[in-house]
């Protein structure tokens, strides 16, 4: 009987979790004053980026530390304004409140020529 319980209410937490939940995935657009825009589906969507949220990013150490997401969306803002490819960002959204992400960037292939 408690095993039953049990596995309803995990199924109805995670169910209820999922309906409120988004994600979106989609081409950095440009991020100014807490509003990140990414286009999806050749449309472009704001986003907004609560001043509290932290993220999690590893350096060049490879430790992990923790930021403030608009602080590294700032960061990330001004370093694309001349970089010729743009990354995939991969948003958790809420009623269009950004919760987090993660970026994905292309991986460049090259080819090996002989000689």
């Known amino acids: 009987m408690i095993r039953r319980f049990a596995a309803i209410a995990i199924v109805a937490v995670l169910a209820l979790g999922a309906a409120f939940a988004e994600e ?5 657009v440009k991020y100014a004053d807490g509003k990140l825009t990414i286009k999806v589906d ?3 969507k704001e986003f907004t980026v609560p001043a509290d949220l932290k993220i999690k990013r590893k350096g060049k150490d490879g430790n992990e530390t923790e930021t403030n997401a608009r602080e590294a969306l700032e960061k ?3 370093f694309m304004e001349k970089a010729p490819t743009k990354p995939t960002l991969v948003l958790d959204v809420e009623k269009d409140v ?3 992400y993660k ?4 991986k460049k292939k090259f080819d090996k ?3």
């Open 98 to 100: 950004v919760k987090g």
């Open 24 to 28: 979106v995935k989609g081409t950095f």
């Open 103 to 106: 970026m994905e960037f292309a």
């Open 76 to 78: 990330m803002s001004k």
């Open 42 to 44: 050749d449309k472009e």
């Open 113 to 115: 020529k002989d000689n």
